[in-house]
């Protein structure tokens, strides 16, 4: 297990004048939800996920050598066209990640990046951008340094992804990702996220993500302003414990291929996230009508037919839709037929696990 200390270079190795990378880093979504944080995106409770397949940021960085003049340089496109809008959050990172990445300031940044899902989907993009930046300045690292070895690579890249987006830790590898330490995962660690250490029972291979566009609107409480409600939250304690509970449970369901321990868990931790948004100070509410209709009609569906799909949710009103592959045609029909009318604008996006971070170029 790795320390900040052993995040921070010694001399590199290597000289670089200029060059590029291109990665992709996909979405995940939390099984075992993390809300409430530490200073430094430290998560307050170990979570779990699957990584997305389908839904990824796409981001090129080209680099150039100039003058260390003591600030940071660097040109952002988005879709190929200037997005002042993303610059502050740019920096933050940065500013974050400087001592870890002695070499930033050494360099002229062009970043130029872009999503496969629509941007105002309601989708969290910030997990996949801040990973797939991540990749990209690991990789700038490993030519000043070549003698870096992968483990290291993509730890260090999950720990300065992490600096950006707390979830983006979790977007760089696949296909089950734990980040947060607990008793169940010898090297489980608040810094980065590590992949699943056991062997991932059958029925979650190839497990589908239908992602239901219920709201896609800009959200009135950003997941940063509610990870700090949950400081002075009157059951934030109790939470905490939960969530290592069901990481536990969770754990044995995904291991023994047990799916209705898998739907208990999974349901029960998206509506406990909610309820730590609607029992805060100020509260708070950011499922909409359809979210809860669409609720209702999978409950509906799945006692009718013996199906195991469930649902999940994540800080919006999104509902993502989880389901074995082998039961992926008969899903498939009842969300047409049944939930696209709670959509906006009928939208949904088919997803399912995947692999993590990929390079492109």
Not at 199 to 221: A, M, S
Not at 270 to 290: C, D, E
Request: net charge negative; aromatic share 12%.
């Amino acid at each position: 297990m790795l320390s900040e200390k052993d995040f921070i270079p010694a001399n590199y190795t290597s000289f670089v004048q200029n060059g590029s990378f291109e990665w992709s880093a996909p979405s995940n979504i939390a099984l075992v939800k993390y809300w409430g944080k530490k200073e430094n995106q430290i998560p307050a409770n170990p979570s779990v996920s699957f990584t997305l397949n389908n839904c990824k940021t796409i981001t090129k960085l080209k680099f150039e050598k100039k003058e260390n003049n003591g600030s940071f340089s660097f040109d952002l496109l988005f879709e190929g066209q200037p997005k002042p809008d993303f610059r502050p959050k740019i920096e933050k990172f940065l500013q974050r990640t400087e001592q870890y990445l002695p070499f930033l300031k050494e360099y002229h940044f062009v970043i130029d990046t872009q999503n496969t899902f629509p941007h105002s989907s309601g989708i969290a993009s910030s997990a996949s951008g801040m990973a797939a930046l991540a990749m990209n300045f690991m990789s700038v690292e490993k030519q000043l340094n070549p003698q870096m070895d992968d483990a290291y690579f993509y730890a260090k890249a999950s720990f300065l992804a992490r600096l950006g987006s707390g979830s983006a830790c979790r977007s760089v590898k696949g296909n089950v990702v734990v980040w947060g330490e607990h008793s169940d995962f010898a090297e489980s660690t608040n810094l980065y996220g590590i992949e699943f250490p056991y062997i991932l029972h059958d029925n979650f291979k190839n497990y589908q993500d239908t992602i239901l566009l219920v709201d896609k609107g800009e959200k009135q409480v950003s997941s940063t302003v509610g990870h700090e409600l949950m400081h002075g939250h009157p059951f934030a304690q109790q939470r905490f414990a939960q969530a290592h509970e069901n990481l536990s449970k969770l754990k044995d369901a995904l291991v023994s291929g047990d799916l209705d321990a898998f739907i208990k868990i999974t349901e029960s931790e998206a509506l406990t996230l909610h309820s730590m948004m609607m029992t805060s100070m100020p509260y708070f509410i950011l499922m909409k009508p359809n979210t809860l209709e669409i609720i209702n009609r999978i409950w509906e569906f799945r006692n009718e037919t013996d199906i195991p799909v469930c649902f999940t949710l994540d800080a919006g009103a999104n509902v993502h839709v989880l389901y074995p592959e082998n039961d992926r045609v008969k899903v498939l029909e009842f969300i047409k037929n049944e939930l696209v009318a709670y959509c906006q604008n009928s939208q949904y996006i088919c997803d399912e696990i995947g692999n993590g971070a990929q390079q492109i170029a």
